[in-house]
């Protein structure tokens, strides 16, 4: 029961603290950086040293650790993110051996439990994906559905598979160019006209990228 009480309160604080975002699960870490417009559905996990920015949002029982996710993110259903490693050089694998908190007291010597895990923006990650810690994951990239990322993944990349692979690239190098200079997830509230046309254009915006 007075776990239960603690969970509320905490929930509230959480959509109180960020009004402007869309909290729907009681497991978030009340140390969460979200931005405006982001949303987190029921069951997501939010763990520790985790950023959300704006319009982003992290379907139903997905879990992110260690993670900074930029704009525009579409994050599916029971995704895995920065989730903690294990040593396999070490004479143990156990975290009761290796972490901060350890048996033996002596200093955690697991280095990879601070290392974040960056998403890009306008990325979108298909349902049950996992993305391991330390990857990082450029812009406009896709992860199909069920795949293992465990190596980075360039911006505006197709990756799918166990473990994940780069099958197409959805645009020519060009069209990454100007993409990239662009930064529309920057500059949507300022120049919503010009990415409105690009938007409503579909495909034929790259014709007019030479």
């Given at each position: 029961?007075?776990?239960?009480?603690?969970?509320?309160?905490?929930?509230?604080?959480?959509?109180?603290?960020?009004?402007?975002?869309s909290i729907n699960s009681f497991q978030v870490n009340r140390n969460l950086k979200i931005s405006k417009g982001a949303r987190i559905n029921k069951g997501v996990i939010i763990g520790e040293?985790?950023?959300?920015?704006?319009?982003?949002?992290i379907n139903n029982n997905s879990i992110v650790f260690n993670s900074d996710i930029?704009?525009?993110?579409?994050?599916?259903?029971n995704c895995m993110i920065g989730l903690p490693n294990h040593p396999i050089k070490n004479v143990s694998t156990s975290p009761f051996i290796y972490s901060k908190n350890n048996i033996l007291n002596i200093?955690?010597?697991?280095?990879?439990?601070?290392?974040?895990?960056i998403i890009g923006n306008d990325v979108w990650i298909?349902?049950?994906?996992?993305?391991?810690?330390g990857v990082s994951i450029g812009n406009g990239a896709i992860i199909g559905a069920g795949s293992v990322v465990t190596k980075d993944i360039p911006a505006y990349a197709i990756a799918v598979g166990n473990p994940a692979k780069v099958i197409k690239m959805r645009f020519k190098k060009n069209h990454i160019e100007f993409l990239e200079e662009m930064k529309y997830w920057d500059k949507y509230d300022t120049q919503n006209k010009e990415l409105a046309?690009?938007?409503?254009?579909?495909?034929?915006w790259i014709e007019?990228?030479?």
């Open positions: 029961m007075i776990n239960q009480v603690k969970l509320l309160a905490k929930f509230i604080f959480l959509k109180y603290k960020h009004k402007s975002a040293n985790v950023s959300i920015g704006e319009y982003s949002y930029g704009k525009f993110c579409s994050i599916s259903y200093p955690g010597s697991f280095e990879d439990l601070n290392i974040q895990t298909g349902a049950n994906a996992i993305i391991m810690r046309h690009l938007v409503l254009n579909r495909e034929k007019d990228v030479k």
